[in-house]
């Protein structure tokens, strides 16, 4: 019994930690968003320093693309022709991104949005953990610019 109530008072707790997205939440994910690390379904990480491509997503009304960036040294972006049409869908408590193009569709779970982090999961079980990205914009004695 004692452990029957354990594990209540634990799934309990496993659930209510997890953030509720709304609506309203779905306009932080247009912008850059740089990749920092995946987490295999069965815990192992590849962490990611540095990336020749970032994601961009452009949402309004639950619809939009995400394209594939290049940053460039003078702060702007080279624009790939990869892109995905995307569909935010609310699934109860849940809210996945529907992803299309003429080839595939599938779909991710995001887990965990802010202002500056981006946790999404697949089919599969493997979590990308982005965080929020501008340009890298150098002047020409190596500083960064502000």
């Excluded at 452990?3 to 008072?9: K, S």
């Excluded at 949402?59 to 940053?71: A, D, Q």
Aim: glycine share 4%.
């Amino acid at each position: 019994m004692r452990n029957t109530f354990m594990i209540l008072v634990l799934s309990f707790l496993f659930v209510s930690c997890k953030q509720e997205i709304k609506p309203d939440d779905i306009t932080k994910l247009n912008g850059y968003w740089e990749i920092e690390k995946v987490v295999f379904d069965k815990g192992e990480e590849k962490d990611y320093k540095m990336n020749e491509t970032f994601d961009f997503f452009q949402i309004k009304n639950n619809k939009g693309v995400r394209t594939k960036v290049m940053p460039q040294f003078d702060g702007t972006f080279l624009t790939t022709d990869t892109f995905e049409n995307v569909s935010v869908r609310f699934a109860g408590e849940q809210v996945f991104l529907d992803y299309k193009t003429k080839y595939a569709k599938w779909s991710e779970e995001i887990i965990s949005l802010s202002d500056d982090k981006l946790v999404v999961k697949n089919p599969q079980k493997i979590e990308y953990h982005y965080k929020k990205a501008g340009p890298v914009n150098l002047l020409d004695d190596g500083e960064k610019t502000k």
